[in-house]
């Protein structure tokens, strides 16, 4: 093929008098193709190969069709048509629109049914053809809609034989540069737009999906310089008649189901949105009209798509727009975006759609997503956990419902400040509005999730920094939209969920005396010998000390000219100063009375900073992103500025999983949002729906059977069981696959974590009679630090397993869950390491958490374990009887103050041993 392209490329065909190709001359680098490569021009070219068998076939006729193939061909038509119209009375009989469809003669290349050509001439172009709709019949060239397009992109058209119906077509958009001037951080890179028009009698699940898979074939098919990631795809349902008879709800649940089987090629052609159109007819009666039903998925978090289903309507001016429909599962849900509300139907497609621009925000601030996608993450995990799920019923249509919390004065207005907290006159209300409308870093949602062990449903109040609004800082108003929206958890005694992605407290800034001030020198031509002063002149003084009291300064004369040396700078912007530190210190208070009150949990999901990396902490649970997600109380350049040396590079060294998973912050790690989401959903399925209220109990039937046998071959698998090697399965203590390990990375030498005894969720903690090691890293900023392992033997209470054992049992407890504990431990670890550690502190915080404890807690001595010294005190039933009882094996536990060793020495000393050696010799 090479050589027949440089044949055709040559300009010296008359060399090949042989007529054969291996007698042309053969180049013996590339550097003729690369010089025809970097031949460039403007002038769009057309290349047609067909490969005869035989010299004898190259005639008239078929040569002449060979050349019919180039568009330029099609200049003699041209030439007719355009001289027909213009002596022609269209504007009289305001024509707008001529199409000429010719045939084609088809015997040349043995084609039967040849597709005829189209020339459409359009009055706006002043009769001349429009070379977007060629070979496009009359009554599709409308339904496309290629006008949206037409004003902000330059377009190509890629044909319309991609597919075997040819319903498909492409277009290669361009931003023009118009559209560019207006946006200018719009992608410059070009697009492709696909057009795909299906004339049929009813819409049906089938017919989308046939025309959906021709469109994919269509894209895959072409080959163009287009990056991924902007293009779009059409599809037009166009009825035989608009008198059929579709629920909304029923399209959406149908287009959304089949979108989510093809989401992967969806992904991997980089379609960004899929827009769908059909016209129907609600209810079969006079008083019914037909209306036209826009669908519009896209994928946001890169994890789900999101529908949102538009009814085109007449507005209040009487123009044509998009409205919102209700009671889809779009809107209930509040998942989608509604971004195309109000959008005028022949609105141009913009360069960048509705929140892309906060959407790279968030993803370039802190590699998380933009708030509002959030609950679309919720949906698709409620969704995950049903289909993961075979035995516990039909999944229910809507899986959840959102309602937003937003901030508001009681006496109406939606200006408000921390004053108006002060004075109590603000509260939390209930409402529906479209995303993007917040004008504060903080957003609350009231959630309603139908999960498996909740199919009715159960409530949660979920909290999310906008990290798109001043890098998610926390200001005075942040602050309150928080505590009001914990408070109304604590109130309705619901689980609270905060999504931490934030730069911490606001650091404010004066913009007004920012702009103004100016610098005394101590030495003018040499700036570096310092300053002794800042100052302001006098008209400056006059316009913010004295009218707005942003500042206090004192007069005074410099170079002869009347100044006013700046003493305080009081500013008038709100949140300047430490009223932000005040704000942190009421959210703080908040969530730790939240912790006590109801379910807590965090999920971090980007960088979290000072107040925001408090609130991880005081709120116990924390399931934390794999990947840039540190939870850190200073970013680590400010912290190598302090130290005058660049120690640290990233913050992930300073409170990235590494770190955080195990010193016992993070309870979980997921390695993506949506699996943060899942873990958080999955965690949720353990804890009852309002604090004090009933467990969620399970139907294990088909998982596990209640009465079954409990063997295992190794300690850990008396928890969870065991498949032995012919797919045997042996049964553990706790329902098959239902044990969830926390704080997994800490203190390795005592497991905690929850599971299912016959579908009742429990508190677990476990001894690991396996050594562990104990990691510390070395401190970049400390020259002489190395990193230190510890050995930690397995059956003892090291300061930090027992501190994790104290730890979870409160967690245990504010989840209302019974607790059992399987008991080996031979007692704390007493070495002069261990007691300057604090392990006396952290073993007496345990007797602190079984005094709490509300719950039922079992404390069970296995098979060979033992209980001896102070283990045995502090999980002793007399701490809290009414709720502690105490179990052991009949025949081979044991317990005891010491080990035989131990007592021994202490017991039975010299003087006895020689006395028994003297009796025994009697």
């Known amino acids: 093929m090479t050589d027949l392209t440089r044949a055709m490329s040559s300009s010296k065909l008359s060399n090949m008098s042989s007529g054969k190709l291996s007698d042309m001359p053969r180049s013996d680098s590339e550097s003729s193709l690369l010089s025809l490569e970097h031949d460039l021009t403007k002038v769009l070219r057309t290349s047609v190969m067909k490969i005869f068998s035989a010299m004898s076939e190259i005639g008239q006729v078929a040569f002449k069709s060979l050349m019919g193939e180039f568009p330029q061909y099609n200049d003699i038509w041209l030439k007719t048509l355009n001289s027909l119209l213009a002596t022609s009375t269209t504007s009289k009989a305001d024509v707008r629109r001529v199409s000429f469809i010719v045939a084609k003669d088809g015997k040349t290349d043995n084609n039967l049914y040849p597709l005829p050509s189209v020339f459409t001439f359009r009055e706006t172009a002043a009769f001349k053809e429009d070379h977007l709709y060629r070979d496009i019949e009359p009554t599709v060239s409308y339904q496309l809609e290629t006008l949206r397009l037409t004003k902000n992109f330059s377009l190509t058209c890629l044909g319309d034989r991609m597919s075997p119906s040819g319903q498909i077509y492409l277009y290669k958009a361009t931003p023009k540069a118009s559209a560019l001037a207006k946006d200018k951080k719009a992608n410059r890179a070009p697009r492709i737009f696909a057009r795909a028009v299906s004339f049929i009698n009813d819409f049906s699940a089938g017919s989308f999906e046939q025309l959906l898979i021709e469109a994919f074939n269509a894209l895959e098919s072409i080959k163009t310089a287009c990056v991924p990631g902007d293009n779009h795809l059409f599809i037009n349902i166009v009825g035989a008649s608009q008198s059929t008879i579709i629920d909304p709800v029923s399209v959406e649940q149908v287009v959304a189901s089949i979108l989510k089987r093809h989401s992967k090629r969806t992904t991997r052609l980089g379609i960004a949105e899929v827009e769908a159109k059909a016209v129907c007819k609600l209810a079969d009666d006079v008083d019914s009209h037909p209306i036209s039903l826009r669908l519009v998925a896209s994928n946001p978090t890169g994890f789900?798509?999101?529908?949102?289903?538009?009814?085109?309507?007449?507005?209040?001016?009487?123009?044509?727009?998009?409205?919102?429909?209700?009671?889809?599962?779009?809107?209930?849900?509040?998942?989608?975006?509604?971004?195309?509300?109000?959008?005028?139907?022949?609105?141009?497609?913009?360069?960048?759609?509705?929140?892309?621009?906060?959407?790279?925000?968030?993803?370039?601030?802190?590699?998380?997503?933009?708030?509002?996608?959030?609950?679309?993450?919720?949906?698709?995990?409620?969704?995950?956990?049903?289909?993961?799920?075979?035995?516990?019923?039909?999944?229910?249509?809507?899986?959840?419902?959102?309602?937003?919390?937003?901030?508001?004065?009681?006496?109406?207005?939606?200006?408000?400040?921390?004053?108006?907290?002060?004075?109590?006159?603000?509260?939390?209300?209930?409402?529906?509005?479209?995303?993007?409308?917040?004008?504060?870093?903080m957003v609350a949602w009231l959630m309603t999730l139908k999960t498996v062990e909740c199919p009715n449903g159960r409530q949660i109040v979920l909290i999310a920094n906008d990290i798109t609004h001043k890098a998610g800082s926390f200001g005075t108003r942040e602050d309150v939209v928080f505590k009001l929206a914990s408070v109304y958890a604590r109130q309705r005694r619901v689980p609270r969920l905060y999504m931490a992605a934030n730069s911490g407290a606001r650091i404010g800034l004066a913009e007004?005396?920012?702009?103004?001030?100016?610098?005394?020198?101590?030495?003018?031509?040499?700036?570096?010998?310092?300053?002794?002063?800042?100052?302001?002149?006098?008209?400056?003084?006059?316009?913010?000390?004295?009218?707005?009291?942003?500042?206090?300064?004192?007069?005074?004369?410099?170079?002869?000219?009347?100044?006013?040396?700046?003493?305080?700078?009081?500013?008038?912007?709100?949140?300047?100063?430490?009223?932000?530190?005040?704000?942190?210190?009421?959210?703080?208070?908040?969530?730790?009375?939240?912790?006590?009150?109801?379910?807590?949990?965090?999920?971090?999901?980007?960088?979290?900073?000072?107040?925001?990396?408090?609130?991880?902490?005081?709120?116990?649970?924390?399931?934390?992103?794999?990947?840039?997600?540190?939870?850190?109380?200073?970013?680590?350049?400010?912290?190598?500025?302090?130290?005058?040396?660049?120690?640290?590079?990233?913050?992930?060294?300073?409170?990235?999983?590494?770190?955080?998973?195990?010193?016992?912050?993070?309870?979980?790690?997921?390695?993506?949002?949506?699996?943060?989401?899942?873990?958080?959903?999955?965690?949720?399925?353990?804890?009852?729906?309002?604090?004090?209220?009933?467990?969620?109990?399970?139907?294990?039937?088909?998982?596990?059977?209640?009465?079954?046998?409990?063997?295992?071959?190794?300690?850990?698998?008396?928890?969870?069981?065991?498949?032995?090697?012919?797919?045997?399965?042996?049964?553990?203590?706790?329902?098959?696959?239902?044990?969830?390990?926390?704080?997994?990375?800490?203190?390795?030498?005592?497991?905690?974590?929850?599971?299912?005894?016959?579908?009742?969720?429990?508190?677990?903690?476990?001894?690991?009679?396996?050594?562990?090691?104990?990691?510390?890293?070395?401190?970049?900023?400390?020259?002489?630090?190395?990193?230190?392992?510890?050995?930690?033997?397995?059956?003892?209470?090291?300061?930090?397993?027992?501190?994790?054992?104290?730890?979870a049992i409160n967690d245990f407890r504010t989840e209302d869950l019974p607790l059992i504990i399987f008991a080996n431990w031979r007692g704390f670890s007493g070495g002069q390491r261990d007691m300057f550690d604090e392990v006396l502190k952290y073993g007496s915080l345990i007797v602190d958490a079984f005094v709490k404890f509300q719950q039922p807690v079992f404390v069970y001595i296995p098979p060979h374990a033992e209980i001896r010294g102070g283990a045995w005190v502090v999980l002793d039933a007399s701490i809290n009887e009414s709720v502690m009882e105490m179990y052991a094996s009949a025949n081979n536990a044991r317990g005891g103050v010491l080990e035989a060793n131990g007592a021994a020495s202490v017991k039975y000393r010299t003087k006895d041993m020689i006395g028994t050696m003297h009796r025994l010799d009697e």
């Open 512 to 807: 007004g005396i920012k702009k103004t001030f100016k610098v005394a020198f101590k030495n003018p031509s040499n700036p570096e010998s310092g300053f002794d002063f800042l100052y302001v002149n006098k008209s400056d003084y006059e316009s913010l000390g004295v009218a707005q009291k942003e500042l206090i300064a004192e007069p005074a004369t410099y170079n002869g000219e009347e100044i006013f040396k700046i003493t305080d700078i009081i500013g008038s912007e709100p949140d300047l100063g430490v009223e932000n530190l005040k704000g942190s210190g009421l959210i703080a208070g908040e969530t730790s009375l939240a912790y006590d009150d109801i379910f807590t949990l965090t999920i971090v999901l980007g960088r979290t900073v000072g107040i925001g990396a408090y609130l991880v902490r005081l709120g116990q649970r924390t399931i934390q992103k794999s990947s840039n997600s540190p939870i850190i109380l200073t970013g680590y350049q400010a912290l190598n500025k302090l130290m005058g040396v660049d120690v640290y590079s990233t913050n992930d060294q300073l409170g990235g999983p590494a770190i955080m998973y195990s010193n016992g912050i993070s309870h979980l790690t997921e390695n993506d949002h949506l699996s943060v989401v899942v873990s958080a959903i999955h965690w949720l399925s353990y804890v009852p729906t309002v604090r004090g209220g009933l467990l969620p109990i399970t139907d294990i039937t088909g998982i596990d059977d209640i009465d079954r046998a409990i063997s295992f071959a190794r300690w850990m698998l008396l928890l969870t069981g065991q498949e032995d090697d012919n797919g045997g399965w042996h049964g553990g203590f706790f329902d098959k696959g239902s044990f969830t390990e926390t704080l997994a990375g800490w203190a390795k030498t005592v497991v905690v974590g929850r599971a299912r005894l016959g579908g009742i969720p429990m508190g677990v903690i476990v001894t690991e009679n396996r050594s562990a090691e104990a990691i510390r890293p070395a401190d970049p900023a400390d020259l002489k630090a190395s990193e230190t392992v510890i050995q930690e033997a397995g059956g003892v209470w090291f300061p930090n397993s027992a501190y994790k054992t104290a730890q």
């Open 304 to 441: 789900v798509q999101v529908m949102n289903t538009y009814v085109e309507a007449v507005d209040e001016s009487g123009s044509a727009c998009l409205q919102p429909i209700g009671g889809t599962k779009a809107s209930l849900a509040g998942s989608g975006d509604s971004s195309w509300e109000g959008l005028d139907i022949t609105a141009p497609y913009p360069l960048t759609r509705p929140f892309d621009a906060q959407r790279k925000a968030a993803l370039r601030s802190s590699d998380t997503l933009y708030c509002y996608d959030l609950p679309a993450l919720f949906e698709a995990a409620v969704e995950k956990q049903w289909a993961s799920v075979s035995a516990a019923g039909t999944q229910p249509t809507m899986v959840m419902f959102t309602t937003e919390l937003v901030v508001r004065k009681k006496s109406g207005g939606h200006h408000w400040t921390m004053a108006d907290y002060m004075n109590g006159q603000l509260e939390l209300v209930e409402t529906q509005r479209k995303a993007g409308k917040n004008d504060v870093g």
